[in-house]
T-cell receptor, first 112, second 112 residues
Framework: QKEVEQDPGPLSVPEGAIVSLNCTYS??????FMWYRQYSRKGPELLMY????GNKEDGRFTAQVDKSSKYISLFIRDSQPSDSATYLC????????????FGQGTRLTINP | KAGVTQTPRYLIKTRGQQVTLSCSPI?????VSWYQQTPGQGLQFLFE???????NKGNFPGRFSGRQFSNSRSEMNVSTLELGDSALYLC???????????FGSGTRLTVV
């Protein structure tokens, strides 16, 4: 069993929909949680970074961490075709995002 | 400001050869990490350097090695290439005090 599990999708939704992406993990030592977006032929781009449990909002993106359930989520509101990409969750035990453990990534398509 | 620069972008090598990949981090970033991305295994951590010292290492064979120079630029080397080493190799840099890494666009290595 992988340390971080993420449904690879693909996930296809209409423009304007709310998108929910999720990851579960087994290592209770993870304290730092991130979401990355990766476009084709590009490196991952950091979207959200959170420490421990709680919610964090940035524009149309909201990240949630529930350490008791070992479950993290990313919500995208008012989704746009430009949000079409692969979304990767990542986690680490140490600060500064060292030694990240990634999920497999979810391929998301927003249909106009 | 300039992002993380990786060279070359594409590389084709023959089994048994060795290869060196280069990474120039964002100015002021002292932590550089390397990741391997494949369709089957996703993103996997190779190693991390900070101030010219290897600080963390992933579960890869000794054929994979790296180093960091005094200007924070980093190189990784793969010796005795195998077909399974074909992947996108990503470099990421961080200040080590802020959250998350900034990734480069990667070097796509094909071993034939």
């Amino acid at each position: 069993q992988k340390e971080v599990e993420q449904d690879p999708g693909p996930l296809s939704v209409p423009e304007g929909a709310i998108v929910s992406l999720n990851c579960t993990y087994s290592n209770s030592a993870f304290q730092y949680f991130m979401w990355y977006r990766q476009y084709s032929r590009k490196g991952p781009e950091l979207l959200m970074y959170t420490y421990s449990s709680g919610n964090k909002e940035d524009g149309r993106f909201t990240a949630q961490v529930d350490k008791s359930s070992k479950y993290i989520s990313l919500f995208i509101r008012d989704s746009q075709p430009s949000d079409s990409a692969t979304y990767l969750c990542a986690m680490s035990e140490m600060g500064g995002a060292q030694k990240l453990v990634f999920g497999q990534g979810t391929r998301l398509t927003i249909n106009p | 400001k300039a992002g993380v620069t990786q060279t070359p972008r594409y590389l084709i090598k023959t089994r048994g050869q060795q290869v060196t990949l280069s990474c120039s981090p964002i100015s002021g970033h002292r932590s550089v990490s390397w990741y391997q991305q494949t369709p089957g295994q996703g993103l996997q951590f190779l190693f991390e350097y900070f101030s010219e010292t290897q600080r963390n290492k992933g579960n890869f064979p000794g054929r994979f090695s790296g180093r960091q120079f005094s200007n924070s630029r980093s190189e990784m080397n793969v010796s005795t290439l195998e077909l399974g080493d074909s992947a996108l190799y990503l470099c990421a840099s961080s200040t080590d005090s802020s959250g998350g890494y900034t990734f480069g666009s990667g070097t796509r290595l094909t071993v034939v």
